[in-house]
């Protein structure tokens, strides 16, 4: 071999630049050094015995020497300012050699950075704290999530908690309300003492059944075996059915009624009978109604409750008892902070927000709840329930649904109709046997239904009529399934006779049918619901 120009190697009489060789004898055999790659980078060349440096390896970076020249980066070409054990780039592999955390060993946090190296930000990082989405049913438990190198966003578990029903609540808590569940039309049911309505989606309601006062609001007294509309009215956003007389709420607060005035249930300062709405005096704010057996009820806005009609128990909660009408409507005492209003036949509850429940009005069986017998002219409290978020007043009985799912009534339980399991009256609350998931609940005249979880209806106490719905006549001192009934969205009760709305089809009516009340077209009792016509 002969020397070459510019420290290039010569082979065989070529100059060949990857193998320039430096001046000999100037190393110690063993000893290793950087040197220039011929089209850039380095590379390393160890001394060879004599004293002479080997040609440049620039297969490898250069390490510290002591496994040959190629085995890992060396300080002097890949600085490891960090410490971490790996050298910076080009030639290392750490993506940051000023933070040590940071390395292609190290775990991703969530903190904005590229942890291990990989080229993604926060990528698979575990989840952070526990947090909660929603509220009340809809309350949903989870994890928070990385979101911009915090933990903040709060990722839920998928799931339904309930199947969808026709309510105006988002029952499966997708955030969608009442998604291909609800008939058309059909909004509202209301039960009376043998006529039913119905109110629906555009403000119209329709009824049918017994029809000797007007009740049913299309200007006649003839019964109907299906639904008519009631006259003039179009802009109804809750109905409610008395004994023979009917009130609807409109949609600017006011209510009119019709039917039955010889009490002065229909509020317009008269006792003539009504065939066709007619507004009540003086309620511009009201924003639920309770027609009852001979006295009616309405909530306003302020919280407070107005009652009219008859008063000879003291239900209409003005302190007095006198038997005869009071109309217009006059304003129950000391209430208000009202949320919700039922009423019967001579008794009158509310629940108020803080769940707690007053009731007043007639008490021989103990309806009123407050653990005596003793007629009550203004509202008084039910004895130990606070947690009240329903209430329903059957004829002399009264039932709350409470917050965990659980019912309770109290009152007369000639028929079982408090479903303990027995026929005792109780003038406290008392337990419902086996009915943990309710959420719904509606006492009738001496009969209960409460709408459970799965869709289902259970119902218990007189049945003489069907009104358990169950395919027999035979009474039930328990809940009893409502036979094939399993999508209901709503139920109601009222004197024999118990209809639901359905997620699947129209509304259905079952029990008592002598005048017509279960809108089917006959005057059949039925003890399984059956389709009302038309709806």
């Known amino acids: 071999m002969k020397r070459c120009l510019a420290g290039l190697a010569c082979v065989l009489g070529m100059a060949v630049v990857t193998a320039c060789k430096p001046d000999p004898a100037t190393c110690v055999e063993g000893a290793s050094q950087a040197c220039a790659c011929v089209g850039g980078g380095s590379g390393a060349q160890v001394c060879l015995a004599g004293g002479r440096f080997d040609v440049c390896d620039c297969s490898a970076p250069m390490d510290a020497g002591s496994d040959g020249g190629d085995a890992g980066p060396d300080a002097a070409v890949c600085p490891d300012e960090d410490s971490d054990g790996h050298g910076a780039a080009p030639c290392g592999d750490d993506c940051n050699d000023v933070l040590s955390a940071v390395n292609p060993d190290s775990a991703e946090v969530c903190n904005g950075i590229d942890d291990d190296c990989n080229s993604t930000i926060d990528d698979g990082v575990p989840e952070g704290a526990s947090c909660a989405v929603g509220v009340g049913a809809c309350s949903r438990s989870g994890a928070l999530t990385c979101v911009g190198g915090v933990y903040s966003g709060c990722s839920v578990v998928a799931g339904t908690p309930g199947i969808e029903y026709c309510n105006g609540v988002d029952d499966d808590c997708d955030g969608a309300v009442d998604e291909g569940v609800c008939v058309p039309g059909v909004a509202e049911i209301a039960v009376g003492f043998f006529h039913t309505c119905a109110r629906d989606d555009s403000g119209t309601v329709v009824c049918w059944g017994r029809n000797a006062y007007g009740e049913l609001g299309d200007g006649t007294t003839t019964d109907r075996l299906t639904p008519v509309p009631v006259a003039t009215l179009t802009d109804a956003v809750e109905v409610s059915a008395g004994e023979y007389h009917t009130c609807a709420r409109r949609s600017g607060g006011g209510v009119v009624c019709w039917g039955r005035n010889a009490l002065g249930t229909i509020g317009d300062g008269t006792i003539i009978d009504r065939l066709a709405p007619t507004p009540v005096l003086g309620l511009t704010d009201a924003v639920e109604i309770a027609a009852a057996y001979r006295h009616t009820c309405a909530l306003r806005s302020t919280g407070a409750v107005v009652c009219w009609g008859m008063n000879d128990n003291g239900q209409l909660g003005n302190g007095s008892s006198s038997p005869g009408p009071a109309s217009p409507p006059s304003e129950v005492v000391g209430l208000t902070d009202a949320v919700q209003v039922v009423a019967s036949a001579a008794h009158t509850c509310a629940r108020r927000a803080d769940g707690s429940v007053v009731c007043w009005g007639d008490n021989v069986y103990g309806q009123l709840g407050d653990g005596t017998t003793t007629e009550r002219h203004t509202p008084t409290a039910v004895s130990g329930l606070t947690d009240a978020v329903e209430i329903s007043a059957g004829y002399r009985h009264t039932c709350a649904r409470r917050g965990d799912g659980s019912v309770v009534c109290w009152g007369e339980n000639l028929f079982g109709e408090l479903g303990d399991g027995t026929t005792t009256n109780r003038a406290t609350p008392t337990l419902v046997s086996g009915v943990t998931d309710a959420v719904e609940v509606d006492a009738g005249d001496v009969h209960t239904c409460a709408r459970v979880g799965t869709g289902g209806v259970v ?76 709806l």
């Open 459 to 534: 119902c218990w106490g007189n049945n003489a009529a069907g009104e358990i719905g169950d395919g027999t006549v035979v009474e039930r001192h328990l809940p009893t399934p409502v036979s094939g009934l399993t999508d209901a969205s709503a139920v109601y009760v009222g004197f024999m006779v118990s209809c639901a709305r359905r997620a699947s089809s129209g509304p259905v009516c079952w029990g008592r049918n002598d005048s017509g009340g279960l809108g089917d077209g006959t005057l059949m009792s039925r003890s399984t619901p059956t389709l009302v016509s038309g």
